[in-house]
Nanobody
Framework: QVQLVESGGGLVQAGGALRLSCAAS????????MGWFRQAPGKERELVAA????????RYADSVKGRFTISRDNTKNTVYLQMNSLKPEDTAVYYCAVDLSPIVLGVRPNNYDYWGQGTQVTVSS
């Protein structure tokens, strides 16, 4: 059974940095796509970044380009989200998710099949 466990969230001041981790288990993810999403109160869940396990190809939301970096460690089955220059508007619950049959680096939540429990990121001004 696929399991995704996020860690690394917390409270940080604006301009600071955090690194989120997502440990994946339960199958080989070699052909899959991993995504980081976030959801702020009263807002829809949105894609922050996605990466292919096999090639490391990435895509980012415009709002985080140049500030966030998604990466993966295939030996540890772990995906990371390095978040720099954080802003109060980055405050949200962050989720990792896996697309088990990807065609493209999907941006919609319903492209993804399994989800982690989420980790809170709060950026104070």
């Amino acid at each position: 059974q696929v399991q995704l466990v996020e860690s690394g969230g917390g409270l940080v001041q604006a301009g600071g940095a955090l690194r989120l981790s997502c440990a994946a288990s339960g199958r080989s993810f070699a052909s899959d796509v991993m995504g980081w999403f976030r959801q702020a109160p009263g807002k829809e869940r949105e894609l922050v970044a996605a990466i292919t396990w096999s090639t490391g190809s990435t895509r980012y939301a415009d709002s985080v380009k140049g500030r966030f970096t998604i990466s993966r460690d295939n030996t540890k089955n772990t995906v990371y989200l390095q978040m720099n220059s954080l802003k109060p508007e980055d405050t949200a619950v962050y989720y990792c998710a896996v697309d088990l049959s990807p065609i493209v680096l999907g941006v919609r939540p319903n492209n993804y099949d399994y989800w982690g429990q989420g980790t809170q990121v709060t950026v104070s001004s």
